[in-house]
């Protein structure tokens, strides 16, 4: 059951946060491993940012052998100069982050939108978090793939969801990762680093 995987895995960093105790990378990696599964379930349009998020997600996996905390991890490429240098933890964090921001919205957008499309959510969720950071041959090639997106019915099965089941999980991620994705942009904002690059 992926969609509940990733409500749990996440309702256990969103504990972290709210506890204000340092969220751990390896905690954090693996929570958002369980995302990847949505973004191959949906198709072509997201083809790029699959593999994006999953190396990305790989790359923190692999970081969280040498630091503890995600603090600890974004002080570190300060104290280097490396924070927006590309392949950067830092700068994978946050590229993880939109990620699972967009997914956010696209559960908030598939919860609030009637029928069996998904080309309205997918395309809001996209416009909204991801699109305003890439570039013009991606967004058409994005914009192209979203003619391929599976009907709502066609993910919950491959998701082994019923609609009611899925709605309860898609609105358990969406409570349990906005308090993550805050303290996320938090650590970059505390820091003065921004989060718009």
């Known amino acids: 059951k992926p969609l509940r995987n990733m409500a749990d895995s996440f309702k256990g960093i969103a504990t972290t946060v709210t506890s204000q105790t340092l969220v751990e990378v390896a905690p954090f990696s693996r929570a958002c491993s369980h995302v990847s599964v949505l973004f191959g379930y949906l198709g072509i349009a997201f083809k790029f940012a699959e593999m994006d998020y999953v190396a990305k997600v790989g790359d923190l996996a692999e970081a969280s052998k040498s630091f503890g905390t995600l603090k600890s ?9 490396s924070v927006r240098k590309a392949g950067s933890h830092s ?3 946050l590229r993880v ?21 998904l080309k309205v959510p997918a395309t809001v969720a996209y416009a909204q978090v991801l699109a305003p950071h890439h570039g013009w041959a991606i967004r058409k090639a994005v914009s192209a793939g979203m003619y391929a997106l599976p009907t709502k019915a066609q993910l919950l099965k491959k998701l082994n969801e019923d609609e009611t089941s899925a709605m309860v999980q898609m609105q358990n991620y969406i409570a ?15 820091r003065e680093l921004g989060i718009d690059w």
């Open 97 to 117: 982050k939109r990620g699972l921001d967009m997914v956010r919205v696209l559960f908030e957008k598939m919860l609030a939108t009637e029928g069996n499309s």
């Open 73 to 81: 991890l974004l002080d570190h490429d300060i104290e280097q100069n």
């Open 176 to 190: 349990a990762s906005a308090p993550v994705i805050l303290y996320i942009n938090e650590l970059f904002f505390s």
């Open 91 to 93: 700068r994978n964090l």
